[in-house]
């Protein structure tokens, strides 16, 4: 239960407790700047987070397991510290503690904290650990599992901050931020989140967890009770019935994220962001705002338009004339997409495609310092050694296989289960292919939530039922694919691990963001995305509709930026078109510029003129790029309205973009002249003087230093200011 402050019974209770804890509570806290952590061990506080800046403290109750048909809560006695911190690659400071639980002594609860230097978000996980042979168990045939328990009751305004809620019309994912009230809390309601953003007129607090599953298939939630307590728990799939806990097999909760700042919700939001971009992930590479190019929309044009193959663009002579096409518009990183492989699972180079290996390719990237990337998925071709070796690890359901199926024109292959021994397999192949090929860039693609119910994997026996079995493999999967690609990243920490998640049914949440980014969207939504029942009847790609230069893929796309206010938008990558005409250019690169960084299409089809605009844009906008990811968004205006105008300004440096959409254009006139506009800004935080921009005056500052803005359009576009760029 969380505590209640204001009762006398609850005082009383602290009392009694602080009288009985024998020997608990003998730690140096963690400290820095910001916060505080004291680790105590009683029933009803495991330890307690505090922020020196707002001066709250918010006391974490035990996590509660059911072990051999018993609930346990890890009460603990003998606490000390397991290991000397330890500073970690991002330079976050690792601590670790641990305590015998009190009621079972031949169990122990590890706690681990990850606290960033000058960040109050704090990142932690527990281990439970067994010297004897024990199992988790289902006495009532569900999930018995309570992670912690935190009082909200200080905060007025509470809200639940959802990630994955897939949203038919534009064909994808969007955040969604809604009120939690307090008939909510009073009728007991449970809550997804994963992130709770609380606040009142004083100080705010975020809280979070690391999993990932689409909208409203939970295998977590917050527990609301009528004393504005949360208690986050198991819903489903957090361990099988009868999972051993012993020696060799602890279990790991879950990482949750708890931080407080003084201040309003927006103050903890920035902060909960700025923790996402600098401190969650081991690696700093994926949130590095390069450009990127991918060839696939490439492919798909010859496939859709020429009445070609996909892969009949996958050659050597091809991809040598896109890396100087990508090199002039200012990519850096070129990843081939589907095609360039003889077979999944052994990822061999097709020598038909590419006689050297991919050897000239990569020489070509070099030669302009750019990098390499590739297309993967978790399948194994028939006639591969892989499949041959981990036959066991071929994802079934019911007993029945998935596959074999032709691989996007390539040999057939079966779908691997990423929760069994074949994602370290996996592992090492995307390893080798690192240290071969210098690939640092892998995409990974068609990774479904949902298929395996195989009693061999790591998700249950043939002790527990399909369902159990499918629950747990969709609960790990998340867990699992985070902890391939960190250790990817460990070998060569210059890469990075992109998920796509463009369609429905995905692992989405903040588990493989601490490892990773993800790929949003593809083209958007499909005829059947407006209910055409002939699915395909305009010129679109496939059943693709938003495929064209203009206005429209562009707004649907940067319906992603959304989630800035609380992930940054480098963490959502997204490819815009570099074709012309000139409004489309400059209104894809403004959209692009914003944090999502994608290019693609047919580059080497762009006019002199487009080539020109993109390189000069790109080159001015990496003078300012680390600033306009670090800065926090504001947005004047509708996503699709007109005007829509973005500041992405890093306070510390005035540096940063403001980029204003004009985004009419009369659909019956396909000529000019356009609907003419005239829009003026004042910016939110002072700026840096010196600027480059494609159109917008600065008509002076005020006293602040803010920047007041003019754009005048005479038609659809973009203009884009960038503050500090020479
Ligand atoms: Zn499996």
Known sequence: MPPMRKSPVFIIAAIFASLTSQGAAQVTPIETQQIKIEVIGRPDLLWRYSSKESGQSFDISPPRFEVDN??????????????????????VVEHRFSGAVTENQSLSLELVFR???????????????????????????????????????????????????????????????????????????????????????????????????????????????SSKGARLAAVKGSYYTGQPLDSRNPYPTVWMEIGAVKGTRFMVMQAFRTFLLRHQALYAESRKPYIFYNTWNFQERNQAWKKGRYLDTMNLERMLIEIEAAHRLGIEIFVIDAGWFSKTGDWTV?????????????????????????????????????????????MTTNGRPHGPAEVWETEKSYVMCMVSRFGDAFADELIRLGKDLGVRYFKWDAFDQYGCNDSKHWHGTAANTPEERAQSYSFQLPEQMARVADKICAAQPDSIVDFDITEGERAVGLRFLAAGKYFIINNGPYYYSFDDPQ??????????????????????????????????????????????????????????????????????????????????????????????????????????????????????????????????????????PFFPGTFRYVTRLPVAKEVWHNGVTVAGYDSRGRAILEAKFDGPGAKIILFGAK
């Open 350 to 394: 097709d020598t038909t495609r590419f006689p050297d290996g991919l050897k000239q390719v990569k020489s070509k990237l070099d030669q302009h310092g750019m990098r390499l990337g590739l297309w993967f998925t978790s399948k194994a071709a028939v006639s591969s050694r892989m499949l041959e070796k981990n036959r066991d690890c071929i």
């Open 115 to 225: 606290v960033p230097p000058s960040n109050p978000v704090v990142r932690f996980h527990y281990r439970l650990m067994s010297t004897a042979d024990h199992k988790l168990t289902k006495q009532n045939g569900k999930d018995n599992l309570e992670y912690l328990g935190v009082s909200l009751s200080r905060y007025t305004d509470v809200a639940e901050i959802r990630l994955s809620e897939f949203y038919e019309l534009p064909h994808t994912y969007i955040p969604a931020d809604v009120p939690v009230l307090p008939r909510d809390f009073e009728n007991g309601q449970k809550i997804m989140g994963p992130i709770v953003i609380c606040s009142n007129t004083v100080d705010s607090l975020v809280l979070a967890y690391e999993h990932g599953s689409q909208m409203p298939d939970a295998y977590l939630a917050y527990q609301l009770d």
């Open 535 to 672: 699915l395909a009847p305009g010129g679109g790609m496939g059943a693709n509709v938003l495929v064209f230069p203009g206005l429209a893929r562009a707004v649907n796309a940067r319906l992603i930026l959304d989630y800035d206010r609380w992930i940054p938008s480098v963490l959502f990558m997204t490819h815009y078109l570099p074709d012309d005409p000139e409004y489309s250019q400059s209104i894809n690169l403004g959209s692009l510029i914003l944090g999502q960084n994608g290019i693609w299409g047919d580059l080497p089809g762009v006019s002199e003129e487009g080539v020109k605009r993109f390189a000069e844009t790109l080159s001015k906008y990496k003078q300012v790029r680390d600033d306009i990811t670090a800065a926090y968004p504001t947005r004047s205006g509708e996503i699709g309205g007109t005007p829509e105008i973005h500041e992405k300004i890093n306070p510390e440096t005035g540096k940063g973009a403001v980029v204003i959409f004009y985004n009419y254009r009369n659909a019956w006139r396909q000529r000019g």
């Open 70 to 91: 018993r609930s346990v809560t890890a009460a603990l006695t003998g606490l000390r510290q397991t290991a000397a911190p330890v500073t970690l690659p991002n330079g």
